[in-house]
């Protein structure tokens, strides 16, 4: 079961205001540790999911990847499919679930970047990981990048804890808390803009590494990798974190 507002957290607040933190630097760097703690090589089979607006599937392509992107937004898939044109690259888009993928591989590589794991309860985030696993041949990587559950857990200290993203005269706020009970990060977000108000809710799953190693075995995966801001070994201070398992 899908515990995230995916219409009320991605709609086109999240462009206005997640814009100007997601600029082609931001994607370059993210592209760079991809390809580094994946071990990606030109030519390779990539599927990126969820994809978002295709900023990191985009610029894979352009790297000499073949590249395939879902998103349930059809807005982000319509935009990705803009900018791949406007940038002269093939990318293979299409509208879906992660926990039921529309495509069967087999690939290279999977990527799952910038928190988006952990959008499900416990049985279906498990069940994006089988998924991600099934397409993968024998010997392929799934790399995901999320907050760290124990960086989260002390930086978020004392909560609820508030963050405030400004674009002139408008505002997005979060304020964020961990529910201990079931594991999650939840948000509210309350956006003002143009003199108008919106309100949303998005909670993200944030599993220990022990608890997420146990269910990428369980999914498949032999060997697993986690690695903190500085490639090695996450520790407290690492608010993110990478993870890469081999399928």
């Not at 405030?164 to 939840?186: H, K, L, N, Q, Y």
């Amino acid at each position: 079961m899908r515990l995230f507002d995916i219409e009320g957290t991605f709609g086109d607040d999240y462009f206005y205001f997640y814009a100007p933190m997601l600029d082609e630097e931001r994607t370059r760097s993210d592209v760079e540790r991809i390809v580094e703690v994946m071990e990606l090589e030109p030519g390779e089979r990539v599927l990126d999911v969820p994809c978002g607006h295709g900023r990191i599937a985009n610029l894979l392509a352009r790297r000499g990847f073949q590249v395939t992107g879902i998103d349930a937004m059809s807005d982000f898939i319509n935009r990705a499919r803009r900018d791949a044109e406007q940038m002269g690259v093939e990318v293979e888009y299409h509208v879906g679930e992660m926990e039921q993928l529309v495509v069967d591989g087999p690939f290279d590589a999977v990527v799952c970047w910038f928190t988006s794991f952990g959008y499900f309860d416990d049985a279906g985030n498990r069940a994006v990981l089988r998924e991600f696993a099934r397409v993968l041949r024998p010997g392929g990587r799934l790399g995901i990048e999320m907050m760290h559950h124990d960086g989260f857990v002390r930086r978020f200290t004392p909560a609820p804890f508030s963050s405030s993203v400004f674009r002139g005269e408008d505002v997005m706020i979060d304020t964020s808390r961990f529910d201990p009970a079931s594991g999650r990060a939840i948000t509210e977000r309350v956006v003002y803009r143009d003199g108008d108000v919106r309100r949303s809710v998005h909670s993200v799953r944030l599993p220990t590494i022990p608890e997420l190693d146990a269910w990428l075995e369980d999914a498949g995966f032999g060997a697993r990798g986690f690695f903190g801001a500085g490639g090695e070994s996450p520790t407290i201070d690492d608010f993110r974190m990478a993870v890469v398992a081999t399928r």
